[in-house]
């Protein structure tokens, strides 16, 4: 079974600093889809950014950018110059057949 | 502008009684979904659907319903048969799975 795992469940960083959020996941397919979303106070979930398993070349969206290890079924997002706004929950995901698979959800805390 | 939209935003419930949570996308999405999130807790898929009048269950479709009529809308309805239905709820909507989700803004469902 595919699965998603997200192993810090809360974090924090110091405002304008750079914060590391893991993701492993598992999946027997070669080709596939992995995605982090964001979930603030108001729990509107909202897409970051997307990251397709045949790309070596890591994405980036602005603050936003991922470390994609396929070997190593790792997909961490590296947030930059952290913000107040940046304060959420941030999902994983991943596409499997009919839906996305997710993690339990990472709480982003950041610290004026 | 298109997305989806889900109402009410919060709904309570009387014990025994059946409530519907709506959802209406005017993405002309194929296939929607029913999550519900719990505090603290990650997604879990409730109901899915493809296309029109098909749909199918999810990891906890125990004490729900639904219905796909129009391409367009995606009811739910929390049945009384649903023994722990104090949650939130999102309903989301996808063209292709590899671009992710679209998602609604919630219903906060309440038993009383």
């Known amino acids: 079974a595919q699965t998603v795992t997200q192993s810090q469940p809360e974090m924090s960083v110091q405002e304008a600093e750079t914060v590391t959020l893991s993701c492993t996941y598992d999946t027997s397919e070669s080709d596939y889809y992995l995605f982090w979303y964001k979930q603030p106070p108001s729990r509107q979930m909202i897409l970051v950014i997307r990251q397709e398993a045949y790309k070596q070349q890591n994405a980036t969206e602005n603050r936003f950018s991922v470390n994609f290890q396929k070997a190593a079924k790792s997909f961490s997002l590296k947030i930059s110059d952290s913000q107040l706004g940046d304060a959420a929950m941030y999902f994983c995901a991943m596409d499997s057949n009919y839906q996305l698979i997710w993690g339990a959800g990472t709480k982003l805390i950041i610290k004026p | 502008d298109g997305g989806i939209t889900q109402s009410p935003k919060y709904l309570f419930r009387k014990e025994g009684q059946n409530v519907t949570l709506s959802c209406e996308q005017n993405l002309n999405h194929d296939a929607m979904y029913w999550y519900r999130q719990d505090p603290g807790q990650g997604l879990r898929l409730i109901y899915y659907?493809?296309?029109?009048?098909?749909?199918q269950k999810g990891d906890i479709a125990e004490g729900y319903s639904v219905s796909r009529e129009k391409k367009e809308s995606f009811p739910l309805t929390v049945t009384s048969a649903q023994k722990n239905p104090t949650a939130f709820y999102l309903c989301?909507?996808?063209?292709?799975?590899?671009?992710?989700?679209?998602f609604g803004s919630g219903t906060r469902l309440t038993v009383v």
């Open positions: 659907s493809q296309i029109v009048n098909d749909f």
């Open positions: 989301a909507s996808s063209m292709r799975l590899v671009d992710g989700y679209t």
